[in-house]
């Protein structure tokens, strides 16, 4: 019995010897392999191009000067992984925040405020415990001019002996007094690769 758990013990050190170290990637230099699932990069390269796009169509350029307050709204997940969309959203809103034209409100959102802070900090006026100057006033909160929704599709082909994995990322900013789309943008990432490479 003791031989035998040595041996487990000595395998198990031998499998542990052959495998990569954990190490950090530098994303701005990563050329290791690439998935057939979506990875980060392909949300970099999504919200780069939607941003750019955006930037240079002026359609958040405000003609009134100052920032358009900007709310995100559903982006549906049409793929056949489970995606956290925040990660494509928030590389957007950094980036047009960055860029002075847009300011994003988190009082407000389809399943409620993103922040619930903004309505619990109102509920302390009339507190008797808090100094009433610092409490936020009626009033005060900003509603959105624009909203951004979108999907994201995914389409997998056989092409030859491989297979062939499409996503396309689908964005519309909507100006909000109108109901009209402003501006709409669309970024294929197509990847191909081994048939029993997993894409889901």
Same mark, same amino acid.
Request: charged share 25%; proline share 4%; aromatic share 4%.
């Given at each position: 019995? %003791?031989?035998?758990?040595?041996?487990? $013990?000595?395998? %198990?050190?031998?499998?542990? /010897?052959?495998?990569?170290?954990?190490? +950090?990637?530098?994303?701005?230099?990563?050329?290791?392999?690439?998935?057939?699932?979506?990875?980060?990069?392909? !949300?970099?390269?999504?919200?780069?191009?939607?941003?750019?796009? =955006? &930037?240079?169509?002026?359609?958040?350029?405000?003609?009134? @000067? @100052?920032?358009?307050? =900007?709310? *995100?709204?559903?982006?549906?997940?049409?793929? =056949?992984? #489970?995606?956290?969309?925040?990660?494509?959203?928030?590389?957007?809103?950094?980036?047009?925040?960055? $860029?002075?034209?847009?300011?994003?409100?988190?009082?407000?959102?389809?399943? /409620?405020?993103?922040?619930?802070?903004?309505?619990?900090?109102?509920? %302390?006026?009339?507190?008797?415990? !808090?100094?009433?100057?610092?409490?936020?006033?009626? /009033?005060? &909160?900003?509603?959105?001019?624009?909203?951004?929704?979108?999907?994201?599709?995914? #389409?997998?082909?056989?092409?030859?002996?491989?297979?062939? *994995?499409?996503? +396309?990322?689908?964005?519309? &900013?909507?100006? &909000?007094?109108?109901?009209?789309? *402003?501006?709409? /943008?669309?970024?294929?990432?197509?990847? #191909? @690769?081994?048939?029993?490479?997993?894409?889901?």
């Amino acid at each position: 019995m %003791l031989i035998r758990a040595l041996a487990i $013990s000595v395998s %198990l050190a031998v499998l542990a /010897g052959c495998a990569a170290p954990a190490r +950090y990637i530098d994303p701005a230099a990563d050329d290791g392999p690439v998935a057939m699932t979506m990875d980060y990069r392909d !949300f970099e390269k999504a919200a780069t191009d939607a941003v750019e796009d =955006m &930037l240079s169509s002026g359609a958040v350029d405000n003609p009134n @000067g @100052g920032r358009y307050i =900007m709310v *995100v709204s559903r982006i549906t997940n049409d793929t =056949m992984q #489970r995606i956290d969309t925040d990660q494509l959203t928030k590389k957007i809103r950094v980036a047009l925040l960055r $860029s002075g034209k847009v300011v994003t409100t988190t009082a407000v959102g389809l399943d /409620g405020a993103e922040d619930e802070m903004n309505m619990r900090a109102r509920e %302390l006026r009339d507190s008797e415990e !808090f100094d009433q100057s610092g409490v936020q006033r009626k /009033g005060t &909160l900003q509603a959105p001019d624009m909203s951004l929704s979108g999907k994201i599709l995914q #389409r997998n082909h056989k092409v030859g002996k491989e297979q062939q *994995v499409e996503y +396309y990322i689908q964005l519309s &900013l909507t100006e &909000l007094a109108s109901g009209l789309a *402003v501006w709409e /943008g669309e970024t294929p990432i197509i990847k #191909r @690769g081994p048939n029993n490479s997993v894409s889901w």
